[in-house]
């Protein structure tokens, strides 16, 4: 091995120079979320090592380096159909020319896990491959389709039989790539993690009000998708509004494809009062919206393939009870604070809203229950970064000057 280690990363939609920027700065992270690419960054920084990342973000192709890292931002498909596939398959293909060129120690897989097999070729060339999921590989309350099914299939083949270890984020993600490995469940390492946040992230977020305190205001931060059940959270709106008029309020923060059409459908409704859609918040702004909240929604639909859907997480961390349902695979994590609802059941989100607000014994179960599951994920120990870094440190770099290294890098992170 060389005196760097070559990591090649296939991310995700990253906006890498401002990420690089606020790594590099050290600036203190002050919005919500688990920054990952930050993590990795640091990984890489701790082990002496080089990376080249791949990302999507936008629509401008362009190659550049900051230092140790290269990054080649290649805009992916939107297109449907047979034509997704073909394109994807050129994608992965351009980019398996590329990594070839590289040779990478290591290739790390994240983003479009559906056509990490199309990137196997890379072995041949002594890369050791790390996957980590941040999706579960498929809809956990749907059958997936042929196509899926196969390229799953291809995937436990050609990759995760393959890799030296796993990174989950979740027990969904666990259980169902146990299922793809099989018999050779036990010859794959996977390393569980959660998201992670700072304390400083949830300072000056103030407890909830009296439950009975009218109107009663649920909060949603998150992207501006159907599948995230924002126009879920409107009918739920309507439907309180006409039952209980000014009783019950919405705030909802965060950007998205469909913001304007959720925009839209509030206005027509007339629900501007009882829906407010916010867009994309600062941080301040977030702090002064939760502090005015009861408690938290993350509706997520069972035609999204959530991770682990880290709002949920954020819910807790904030002292607001949490409603969502099974689809989030946090819940598991989460249940004490949480009001489970069927998926997909606007009425089961409304009535769980109302439960809260009427019921004091039942909110304050709930909220109490928040602060025992805060510190899981204020544990470094329990970060993606500690994971990877055991990842390397037990199958990439062992004996090695860079892999003891990276021992006093864990040991760092897990005391800090």
């Known amino acids: 091995m060389s005196k760097r280690l070559k990591i090649a990363f296939i991310s995700g939609p990253a906006n890498v120079r401002e990420i690089y920027r606020e790594w590099s700065e050290q600036t203190e992270q002050v919005y919500f979320g688990t920054d990952y690419m930050k993590q990795f960054l640091q990984v890489v920084r701790d082990v002496n090592g080089e990376a080249f990342v791949v990302t999507w973000y936008g629509n401008k192709r362009e190659t550049f380096r900051l230092g140790e890292f290269t990054f080649d931002n290649r ?5 449907g159909g047979a034509r997704y596939y073909l394109e994807h398959f050129i994608w992965h293909m351009k980019v398996l020319v590329r990594l070839i060129a590289y040779r990478p120690h290591v290739l790390l897989l994240t983003g479009n896990q559906n056509f990490w097999w199309l990137l196997s070729p890379l072995r041949l060339f002594g890369t050791k491959i790390i996957v980590s999921y941040h999706a579960v590989v498929w809809q956990k309350l749907s059958k997936p389709t042929w196509v899926w099914r196969l390229m799953v299939k291809l995937n436990g083949l050609l990759i995760l039989k393959h890799a030296k270890a796993i990174l989950s984020t979740s027990n969904d ?8 490995l099989g018999s050779s469940v036990n010859q794959v390492e996977i390393l569980d993690h959660l998201p992670t946040y700072s304390p400083q992230q949830f300072e000056g ?3 909830p009000s009296s439950p009975t305190t009218r109107p009663f205001r649920t909060f949603f931060l998150g992207r501006n998708e159907t599948n995230k059940g924002i126009f879920d959270i409107v009918e739920i709106g309507r439907q309180l509004e006409q039952r209980e008029p000014g009783m019950y309020k919405f705030d909802l923060c965060g950007s998205g494809s469909q913001l304007e059409n959720l925009r839209k459908r509030v206005a027509e409704l007339g629900l501007q009062d009882v829906v407010r859609v916010h867009g994309y918040s600062s941080p ?23 991770g682990f859907e880290m709002t949920c997480s954020e819910s807790i961390l904030a002292g607001r009870p949490l409603v969502t349902s099974p689809v989030c695979p946090a819940l598991e994590h989460l249940a004490d604070a949480s009001v489970e609802v069927a998926p997909d059941e606007i009425d089961g989100y409304r009535d769980a809203i109302v439960a809260l607000a009427n019921d004091p014994d039942l909110y304050e179960r709930k909220r109490q229950a928040c602060e025992p599951l805060q510190a899981q994920f204020y544990d470094r120990g329990n970060s993606w970064y500690s994971a990877m870094m055991a990842a390397l440190n037990r199958y990439v770099l062992p004996g090695s000057s860079v892999g003891r290294g990276a021992n006093r890098a864990i040991a760092a992170e897990a005391s800090g």
């Not at 301040?284 to 959530?306: F, G, K, M, Q, W």
């Open 75 to 79: 805009p992916i498909t939107e297109a």
């Open 173 to 180: 993600i666990r259980r169902q790539v146990e299922e793809v």
């Open 205 to 207: 977020i103030r407890p």
């Open 284 to 306: 301040e702004h977030v702090r002064e919206l939760l502090n005015e909240s009861h408690a938290c929604i993350v509706p997520t639909r069972s035609d999204y393939e959530a």
